[in-house]
């Protein structure tokens, strides 16, 4: 489920996102905290290790192992930070195009309900049907993507069952063969059915069609970048490099980052804390960032903060049947408003708001501005001449 927090940071004030630290859900702790125990356990062992179970001259030889791994993790030698940075932001703009790419039906069932036209069962019949085959597209394809609606949707047989399609209209899609992804098909159906309304005059003239068209294909076309976005990924190259540079990288910190004996008077050795804390923040910090690359890479998962697909999907089919079919010429009497016969008016505020009115009007950044108003050189040549 989406973890949403906007309400809590409407306003920004003391403390207001250290609040949100203390969550569970969602939070980089329960993506984290599995990585952040093994590597804290294999540093417990490795310390435990060099203090109570090695002689003096083993010391010695994991000391200058020690000292060897802590001269690679103190330097550019792992660039850590650039190959991190590059990765989340390529998968964070793969996120939000993700999300941009959701086939809603917003705009085609405002073509759909103003330009079929018809109030009895027949010009009813096609607007639904014309919706519904949108919205059967995109069950398709979110089908082929998502876990969640693939759980809800095992089936072609759950598909009829939710009433996204008919039994004729299954035989008729699985009868035409094709090795590809046939989340098509029922746009096909939807571009023939809104011809044939053409020619039934339900759609009064060839404007309405085009309009028609237009958007459909606009639809089909989000649906077929959700498709390509599943289908191409992030190069696996570059994920390995990414993987392999941050465990590498903590890798050698695991012996690198031990505390050595004090006594021995190495360099940046002098104090012996055990808890190696700023070691355990730089991991959280840069593993935590690669979690977060990992989980918004594909957001049609079950994670906390993947998208919700399948609520979409009855908010899609709910209010587009809605919009054609209960909404569709009913509406309330045109009358003149509450300000038909004033001029100037203003909207009345609650007491919660009034002092929102007493504010001043913003009128332009240089409106206030105070500028030394001498005389133009327009003016000069003129008395000149």
Known sequence: MTVSYTLEVANARFC???????????????????????????????SVFYRFLLSPRQQDLFERVALYCDKFTNTTFIPVLFVLGFYVTLAFNRWWGQYTSFPLPDNLMMVVSGNVHGADDRGRLLRRTLMRYANLSSVLILRSISTRVHRRFPTMEHVVEAGFMTVHELKKFESLHSDFNKYWIPLTWFSNL????????????????????????????KCSLLFHYDWISIPLVYTQVVTVAVYSYFAFCVIGRQFLNPEKGYVDHQLDMYVPVFTLLQFFFYVGWLKVGELIINPFGEDDDDFETNQLIDRNIQVSMLAVDNMYQNLAPVVKDKHWKQRHFSV????STAAESLRPTF?????DMR?????SVVTEILIVN
Do not use: C, H, Q
Not at 348 to 351: E, H, I, K, R, S
Not at 363 to 367: D, E, I, L, M, N
């Open 363 to 367: 009128k332009g950044s240089t409106f």
């Open 371 to 375: 500028v030394n108003a001498g005389p």
């Open 348 to 351: 009345p505020y609650t007491l």
């Open 194 to 221: 809104a011809s044939r309304a053409r020619e039934e005059g339900r759609v009064r003239d060839d404007v309405a069609l085009r309009l028609l068209m237009d958007e459909l294909n606009n639809y089909r076309a």
């Open 16 to 46: 207001g996102f250290s609040r949100l630290l203390f969550r569970w859900r969602g939070s980089i702790y329960r993506l984290l905290y599995k990585e952040f125990l093994v590597f804290s356990a294999v540093y417990l062992f490795f």
